[in-house]
């Protein structure tokens, strides 16, 4: 036994190895060369060391390293596997150009990865891979042209995304989908010219949405409806020239940011679906006065700074109405020249005056004569701009326009490098052969409301760039062959609120090579026939809209398309789900059937797209039953399904939807008993909200699935229930041999009597342990 002073002297000694080994420099193998290491906070830094590979010595134990400035090129597959306790990844500059499968995947701790200003130009499916706990990822400053479907499916703990100062010219459908917790996504400082109508569906957790510095030249209003949670929407520097009615839908937008963009005029109801807005920067745009906004009920701030605002009596308005709910205006009047440079907020409506149109032409160009200098004597006078009468032209817009003027001829002596012509709300009829002689530059065409009920062939010829046409809301019963010669690059066709009869065959869509988009909503169809619209004259056509229509049967074959991946159904009279029709549609990646007449799905309905649908909409169908293999061959693509308002009682099997992201079965009268425990327990084990409540019995109904106790009674055989086999024809029900649960029959079929007495697991355990008694006394027996 060691003395005390042999004890003290061994806990000293070993006291003076514990300090000198911590404040020893790391062990030389397990910092790389050229880089530096900090043991205590567990950090390695290798900034601008030429590194072409990751440091394969780098201590398992790291969590933050830092790369910067190399010269890695490409990450390849388990490119940091000895190192996976990283917390935060710095790859910024290091000319990566291509991220490998896998190359992240051992790496679920990492909250924070930097791939900032590198040269990564496509995004693929499973790029980012075991990333499951990242919070921030740059990838700013890199060629990102492309997104492909399933690129951030794996991350859905990130909060923020970073894809600004990139090269996107088109987000696509879906294309952030697993994005559960995104907070911020910056799209900001791209060339996006075109957003997809689902660009942003899944993502119901954003909350501020970065699109400025990019070319879109219309609010995408379909677009900006699906992420729903927006607050904070930021589209400045944008060539947008207009906004029309309805324009911006989005319930709880606070803070929307228009400044630096293009434009002239603003709709009274632009904002109508905004009623939570209390800032709208609509600072530095051609602006000359405003009318009073529609809708935005907690409107605090109106920023009109850098706008050429001429200060009269139609000034007046605005500014009432400002005063009344306390709206701050910030900017001033840029005429008459006795109120120049006045604040918007300070000038009082009664100094608000019109005067003579003699008076303001002088006006004006006393305004020209101070803005040239005072070294001028005489005020030259204001360029001419080539325009028709009645019309207004803008050299540096691009854009022209003649709404609403009352003109029954296309006007001409349009300026030659006009894009955007907006010929909405005129009285044309008829629209003749060469219609827009020199408007070989024009992009978008707007001709809705005019009346027109007859198009010439060749009335489009020589619209070489034409790549937005909108015919919407006017009198064409049909369109003959030819209609849209001379329009090769035609990309969005919008027909719809016109009384078209049938598709428009063929021939009338023979030049539109490039057709991806074609609207045909609010028409009078009544039935698909095939051959024509699918066929070989439009293998682009990507999304198909037939929504409110009259439509009652899809012909096998009236879907043709090898390329169709969105097709709108919806408020039609259809009974039942086109399924041989859909046999010629193998890309079909969304189906619209909700407010139709489908009371009953029968088996393998959707099976011949079931390989790659993702989205099924069938909400208010008046559906009654569902065959049990009605999703047959669904499964993990599936990622929307929605049967809102319908009158099920009992639903299919759900096990095999495992990429489902949302699921919509409100407003269905479930009949909570046992024979729902599948969906109880499905709901139990998914990743997703469900929102079902209890129809049946009396005493639960409103209630949430997930909330009743019932299902705790439940015997465990419960779990699998033999399920109705039921005809297309109600009256009919057909039972199985075992017993039925009252739910899967529904409320007024009554289960038949089993013929054998129902399995007991507790009296068949203790009759079990009884019959091992007496086994047992037999074998004592002597």
């Given at each position: 036994m060691l003395s005390f002073c042999s004890r003290m002297n061994f806990c000293t000694a070993a006291l003076f190895m514990l300090i000198l080994v911590q404040t020893l420099p790391t062990e030389a193998g397990k910092c790389p060369r050229l880089c530096s290491c900090d043991s205590t906070k567990l950090t390695v830094t290798c900034v601008g060391k030429n590194l072409t590979l990751v440091p394969p010595t780098v201590d398992e134990i790291t969590v933050k390293l830092d790369l910067r400035n190399n010269n890695l090129q490409m990450l390849p597959r388990g490119a940091f596997v000895l190192t996976p306790y990283l917390t935060h990844l710095n790859l910024q500059r290091c000319n990566i150009i291509k991220v490998k499968e896998g190359a992240f995947r051992t790496l679920?701790?990492?909250?924070?990865?930097?791939?900032?200003?590198?040269?990564?130009?496509?995004?693929?499916?499973?790029?980012?891979?075991?990333?499951?706990?990242?919070?921030?990822?740059?990838?700013?400053?890199?060629?990102?042209?492309?997104?492909?479907?399933?690129?951030?499916?794996q991350l859905g703990s990130l909060n923020m995304l970073a894809l600004t100062h990139n090269q996107l010219v088109y987000i696509p459908n879906m294309a952030f989908q697993g994005l559960h917790n995104i907070k911020w996504l910056r799209l900001s400082h791209n060339s996006l010219n075109n957003l997809a109508a689902e660009a942003f569906a899944g993502v119901f957790t954003l909350s501020r949405l970065s699109l400025d510095h990019n070319e879109l030249q219309f609010f995408p209003t379909q677009t900006m409806t699906r992420p729903s949670e927006v607050t904070r929407l930021d589209m400045s520097y944008n060539p947008m020239a207009y906004l029309g009615e309805e324009?911006?839908?989005?319930?709880?937008?606070?803070?929307?940011?228009?400044?630096?963009?293009?434009?002239?005029?603003?709709?009274?109801?632009?904002?109508?679906?905004?009623?939570?807005?209390?800032?709208?920067?609509?600072?530095?745009?051609?602006?000359?006065?405003?009318?009073?906004?529609?809708?935005?009920?907690?409107?605090?701030?109106?920023?009109?700074?850098?706008?050429?605002?001429?200060?009269?009596?139609?000034?007046?308005?605005l500014k009432q109405w400002a005063s009344a709910g306390h709206v701050k205006l910030l900017g001033a009047c840029a005429g008459p020249p006795h109120l120049s440079d006045e604040l918007l907020q300070a000038v009082a409506p009664v100094n608000l005056r019109c005067r003579s149109r003699g008076e303001t032409l002088m006006d004006e160009l006393e305004e020209d004569s101070e803005s040239i200098g005072s070294s001028v004597p005489t005020a030259k006078p204001r360029q001419k701009v080539k325009c028709p009468v009645n019309c207004d032209c803008d050299i540096e817009a691009q854009h022209a326009t003649c709404e609403g003027q009352g003109h029954t001829k296309v006007p001409r002596g349009f300026p030659v490098k006009t894009q955007l012509l907006d010929l909405r709300s005129n009285h044309f009829h008829y629209l003749p052969t060469n219609s827009f002689p020199g408007s070989n530059q024009v992009v978008s065409l707007h001709l809705e409301l005019c009346k027109i009920h007859e198009i010439e062939s060749g009335a489009f010829r020589g619209m070489k760039q034409l790549f937005y046409l909108y015919l919407s809301d006017n009198d064409l019963t049909s369109l003959d062959p030819g209609t849209f010669a001379g329009t090769p690059n035609l990309t969005y066709l919008h027909l719809e609120g016109n009384r078209l009869t049938q598709l428009p065959g063929g021939s009338a869509l023979a030049p539109l090579s490039s057709?991806?988009?074609?609207?045909?909503?609010?028409?009078?169809?009544s039935k698909l026939e095939p051959a024509g619209l699918l066929?070989?004259?439009?293998?682009?056509?990507?999304?198909?809209?037939?929504?409110?229509?009259?439509?009652?049967?899809?012909?096998?074959?009236?879907?043709?398309?090898?390329?169709?991946?969105?097709?709108?159904?919806?408020?039609?009279?259809?009974?039942?789900?086109?399924?041989?029709?859909?046999?010629?549609?193998?890309?079909?990646?969304?189906?619209n059937l909700?407010?139709?007449?489908?009371?009953?799905?029968?088996?393998?309905?959707?099976?011949?797209?079931?390989?790659?649908?993702?989205?099924?909409?069938?909400?208010?169908?008046?559906?009654?039953?569902?065959?049990?293999?009605?999703?047959?061959?669904?499964?993990?693509?599936?990622?929307?399904?929605?049967?809102?308002?319908?009158?099920?009682?009992?639903?299919?099997?759900?096990?095999?939807?495992?990429?489902?992201?949302?699921?919509?079965?409100?407003?269905?009268?479930l009949q909570c008993d046992c024979a729902l425990l599948p969906l109880r327990r499905w709901m139990e084990k998914a990743s997703l909200e469900v929102t079902a409540t209890c129809g049946?019995?009396?005493?639960?109904?409103?209630?949430?699935?997930?909330?009743?106790?019932?299902?705790?009674?439940?015997?465990?055989?419960?779990?699998?229930?033999?399920?109705?086999?039921?005809?297309?024809?109600?009256?009919?029900?057909?039972?199985?041999?075992?017993?039925?649960?009252?739910?899967v029959v529904g409320a007024k079929a009554k289960p038949a009597?089993?013929?054998?007495?129902?399995?007991?697991?507790?009296?068949?355990?203790?009759?079990?342990?009884?019959?091992?008694?007496?086994v047992a006394k037999k074998k004592k027996a002597p």
């Open positions: 679920s701790r990492v909250v924070s990865l930097n791939l900032a200003y590198n040269k990564i130009d496509i995004l693929y499916q499973e790029s980012f891979d075991g990333l499951s706990s990242l919070k921030e990822l740059h990838l700013d400053h890199n060629r990102i042209e492309e997104i492909q479907p399933g690129a951030f499916t324009s911006v839908s989005m319930a709880k937008l606070t803070h929307l940011y228009l400044d630096h963009m293009s434009l002239q005029d603003l709709s009274d109801q632009a904002l109508s679906g905004a009623p939570l807005l209390s800032h709208l920067d609509l600072s530095h745009n051609q602006l000359r006065y405003l009318e009073p906004l529609t809708g935005p009920k907690e409107l605090a701030s109106l920023n009109l700074t850098g706008n050429p605002i001429y200060c009269s009596c139609y000034m007046r308005p057709l991806f988009v074609l609207h045909l909503e609010r028409n009078a169809l066929s070989s004259v439009t293998p682009k056509l990507r999304e198909l809209y037939l929504t409110n229509n009259s439509l009652t049967a899809i012909a096998n074959g009236a879907l043709e398309s090898a390329y169709l991946g969105t097709l709108h159904l919806d408020s039609n009279q259809l009974t039942e789900v086109p399924t041989h029709a859909l046999s010629n549609v193998p890309n079909l990646e969304e189906l909700s407010h139709n007449s489908i009371r009953w799905v029968g088996p393998k309905a959707f099976q011949p797209v079931s390989q790659c649908l993702k989205r099924l909409y069938m909400d208010h169908v008046g559906m009654e039953k569902m065959s049990r293999d009605a999703l047959a061959g669904l499964g993990a693509e599936l990622r929307a399904l929605t049967l809102r308002g319908n009158q099920l009682e009992t639903l299919p099997e759900l096990n095999l939807l495992t990429g489902l992201e949302v699921i919509d079965l409100q407003d269905n009268p049946h019995p009396p005493d639960l109904k409103g209630q949430k699935v997930w909330e009743v106790q019932i299902f705790a009674s439940c015997p465990e055989s419960s779990t699998h229930p033999q399920q109705v086999i039921v005809d297309p024809n109600p009256t009919k029900v057909k039972t199985p041999k075992t017993i039925l649960s009252k739910a009597k089993p013929k054998t007495k129902p399995h007991n697991p507790t009296k068949n355990q203790a009759r079990r342990k009884t019959v091992a008694k007496k």
